[in-house]
């Protein structure tokens, strides 16, 4: 069953459903965080990306950073060595939307079908993160 499906967007609850695309999902991040078009007060962006616990999920196992409803991802990157610190939001079947403030980097992924792996571990969204940060540390000085 494909949950992306366009039929599916007249029901209530269609957000739920992960009906919508990346640029949108990122185009909200990207206002809310970097053009300060929500978030204006420095005090409530410090707030808002600053985990507040961090030990095992009792359903998953996974030891991850959280607070105010996102998950803090550190990770190094393979091909600079690189400590990025990614905050976002994993759904279910590896869709995903993420910022990174030092590098003022926002991008999403949206999958029409489920992919294995939780998280930040599917396949495919690893590879688009991998050839994102990439591009962004090739670049910089």
Request: hydrophobic share 35%.
């Amino acid at each position: 069953m494909t949950l992306n499906n366009p039929d599916y967007c007249t029901l209530e609850q269609s957000a739920v459903l992960g009906i919508g695309n990346a640029r949108s999902l990122a185009e909200i991040f990207n206002r809310a965080i970097f053009e300060k078009q929500l978030f204006k007060d420095s005090e409530t962006l410090k707030k808002l990306t600053t985990p507040f616990i961090k030990k095992e999920d009792i359903v998953t196992g996974a030891v991850v950073a959280r607070g105010q409803g996102l998950m803090f991802s550190p990770f190094i990157h393979s091909s600079t060595g690189k400590c990025c610190q990614m905050i976002g939001h994993a759904g279910y079947g590896g869709q995903n939307i993420k910022f990174d403030l030092e590098n003022e980097l926002c991008f999403g992924y949206i999958s029409n079908g489920l992919k294995s792996g939780f998280g930040d571990s599917a396949r495919t969204f690893v590879r688009l993160r991998d050839s994102i940060y990439s591009c962004i540390l090739s670049s910089s000085p």
